[in-house]
């Protein structure tokens, strides 16, 4: 069973920046890949930015350029920072963490931090 804690959501203007952290509960070297998903109201749960054991990483169209995605083994946490923030930004942001065993993929996930950017 793998714990993720997210923290640093809050209410930002427009053009500001936030960075998340999601702290996991097991080393991040047991861990396959982790991300940031997000969901505002009325709309699904998307990806926003993934980052693989071997430190690849990949991001949604909407936020490249803007966000970075980044991981500290030794802390056992990923980081999500994101500039230029826009009110279309505004969701909740859920950690991600993916196990691959026995040719099955196990899904864990934060409780959700929330991102307000105002106009």
């Known amino acids: 069973q793998v714990q993720l804690v997210e923290s640093g959501g809050g209410l930002v203007q427009a053009g500001g920046s936030l960075r998340l952290s999601c702290a996991a509960s097991?080393?991040?070297?047991?861990?396959?890949?982790m991300g940031w998903y997000r969901q505002a109201p009325g709309k699904q749960r998307e990806l926003v930015a993934g980052?693989?054991?071997?430190?690849?990483?990949n991001y949604a169209g909407s936020v490249k350029g803007r966000f970075t995605i980044s991981r500290d083994n030794a802390k056992n946490t990923i980081y999500l920072q994101m500039n230029s923030l826009k009110p279309e930004d505004t969701a909740v942001y859920y950690c991600n963490a993916i196990i691959y065993n026995s040719g099955r993929d196990y899904h864990y996930w934060g409780q959700g931090t929330q991102v307000t950017v105002s106009s």
């Open positions: 097991v080393s991040t070297f047991s861990i396959n890949g």
């Open positions: 980052i693989s054991s071997d430190g690849s990483t």
